[in-house]
């Protein structure tokens, strides 16, 4: 007896647009669709689909990637025998349109976490001196948030001592579209630094003024998406950067990093009470290097002394008139260290660490607060009666 054998119709072009909305771009994380990015679909009567895809820029570091993601959208459609991609690029009133889709309406050179709608926390990450670990902090806070489902982004305002990239394994460039850049991402955080732009270890030579503008650029121009939390990587002290970010972004709180010898806590100290000049909330003190576990007998080895987060958190409490929290302690381990060279960050690569438990339970302390309207200009005034 004959088998009988059942015959699938090829898909309609309606259904591999639809396949293709679950295709996102990889630098911008949205639908190809939503994105006017494709160009063309035609299926013939055999199940070969014919997909045209308009690429943001010529040369596209990821078009490889996007291709794949096609194919697997529709060739998992019944009825699909080969799926055929054509790649072109858009012309400059095409990125121009697309640019200002992903404004949303707003006007060029606006930074979007300092408007009054915003719903993004923004933290700035501080130390009073370098050495501290805080670049270790921010990018295991942050990674440590992303892997909670959160929106996370990374500005590394550590311009002459910038790591983040190296922390996170990020290698690529930035790609352009018109005026707006397009952040790379690791681990589902979005990160630019200024590493991204300059040739090999090169330094970076630059006074106050060019600071600020860079970092306007980076707040401003970068396509960051709807963000739960942005974090900003200040370099040591109170200098240009950390007063230009109270100008840019006046809502973003302060996360101050020290260790607990008594010297870093005293320059710590005068890293938070800058708030008091600029009028920012201090989110509370993450006392770094805290302790060593003894490798022999298991008990803690106070390298670096203690007290002195304790001590910080108490002076900025007693500074600002406002409870400032000791947000925890981070202990020593070699895995912290030796995930930041290898680009894996530990709350990634060893969840179970002591000092990534502790990282962990950071990150939610500072995200437990639902985005609300608690602190933001409404527009509203007083009626008089």
Known sequence: ????????????????????????????????????????????????????????????????????????????????????????????????????????????????????????????????????????????LAAAMAAKGLKVGIVDADIYGH??????????RPTQVQDMIMAPDAFG??????????PGN???????????????QFLADVYWGDLDVLLLDLPPGTGDVAISVAQLVPNAELLVVTTPQQAAAEVAERAGTIALQTRQRIAGVVENMSWLPCPHCGEKVEVFGSGGGEAVAEALTVATGAKVPLL??????????EGGDRGEPLVLADPDAPAAEVLRGIADRLTTRARGLVGMSLGVSPVAR
């Open 328 to 337: 925890g302690q981070v202990p020593l381990d070699l895995r912290l260290r």
């Open 1 to 140: 007896m004959a088998e009988m054998t059942t015959t699938v119709n090829p898909p309609t072009a309606q259904q591999v647009r639809a396949a293709l909305e679950r295709v996102q771009d990889p630098e911008i994380h949205r639908s190809i669709v939503e994105l006017d990015m494709v160009k063309s679909v035609e299926v013939d009567a055999h199940g070969t689909v014919d997909v045209a895809i308009y690429l943001t820029v010529s040369g596209c570091p990821l078009k490889d990637r996007l291709a794949q993601d096609i194919n697997e959208q529709v060739t998992a459609l019944g009825g699909v025998e080969s799926v055929r991609i054509e790649m072109d690029v858009m012309s400059a009133e095409q990125r121009q349109a697309l640019q200002a889709k992903l404004r949303g309406g707003r006007p060029e050179r606006e930074i979007p976490f300092a408007q009054p709608g915003s719903l993004t926390r923004v933290y700035a990450v501080a130390s009073g001196k370098g050495g501290v670990g805080k670049s270790s902090v921010t990018v295991n």
């Open 189 to 198: 955080v979005r990160v630019i630094s200024i590493g991204m732009f300059v």
């Open 202 to 216: 090169e330094p970076v030579v630059w006074r106050g003024p060019m600071l600020h503008r860079a970092l306007n």
């Open 163 to 172: 790591s983040v990239p190296r922390m996170l394994g990020i290698e690529g």
